[in-house]
């Protein structure tokens, strides 16, 4: 049995010291993403998780030859019993320690599930708004038409204005200048004097 707990510690100074020599030491634009380290972090639970799993059952075949030895011999002594049950709370603690470390595991890869939902959300997001952009972009180029449109339409009115001021100005005074030159009664004595001669 002790041989078993110093091989267990072993492998857990082992799995912390190649922990300690994956982390990454690199500046911080350069490290992972935060995806990247929870399935870094997944990889080496698991790791840990099949050392625990490999040790308990070494703890198990270690203890039930023992509780079988112990058993079989008609001469049980104190010590004995002792080591019996501390090797069985050993065996109960390494197995709350599986436990807790299923757990872990298990919160980790749904922390992973709920990163990948997040980061297909904001991707969705990323669309629709592209989308918008698009569509804005036509309405934007529209607008800007119709505004040239409307510039090109007002420049020619005032053009037609400013002629038909000035065609209005030429027609006054050329009916002042006719009412100068033939004044409003001998323009009726003309017009009658006009009409006797056709006929």
């Known amino acids: 049995f002790q041989a078993a707990l110093k091989d267990f510690q072993k492998a857990q100074r082992l ?13 911080k634009e350069v490290l992972p993403s935060r995806v990247d380290h929870t399935v870094y972090n997944l990889i080496t639970a698991q790791l840990l998780s099949f050392v625990l799993d490999s040790c308990v ?9 023992a509780a079988h030895e ?11 019993q002792n080591l019996l049950v501390t090797k069985r709370q050993e065996v109960v603690l390494l197995e709350n320690e599986i436990t807790f470390n299923e757990a872990t595991i298990e919160e980790r890869e ?15 997001i990323f669309k629709d708004l592209a989308d918008l952009v698009h569509v804005q972009g036509g309405m934007i180029d529209d607008i800007g038409s119709n505004i040239e449109n409307s510039h090109s339409a007002t420049v020619q009115a005032t053009s037609h204005l400013k002629r038909a ?10 009916v ?13 004595n003309y017009l ?4 006797v001669l056709m006929f």
């Open 15 to 27: 799995a912390a010291e190649r922990e300690t020599a994956y982390t990454p030491s690199a500046p």
């Open 57 to 65: 059952t070494l703890l198990l075949n270690t203890c039930s030859y």
């Open 70 to 80: 112990v058993e079989n011999n008609s001469c049980k002594s104190f010590e004995q």
């Open 110 to 124: 749904q922390g992973i599930k709920e990163v990948q939902q997040q980061i297909s959300e904001v991707n969705e």
């Open 165 to 174: 001021s000035k065609i209005q100005r030429a027609n006054s005074s050329t």
């Open 176 to 188: 002042s200048l006719i009412y100068l030159i033939f004044p409003p009664r001998s323009i009726w």
């Open 192 to 195: 009658s004097w006009f009409n």
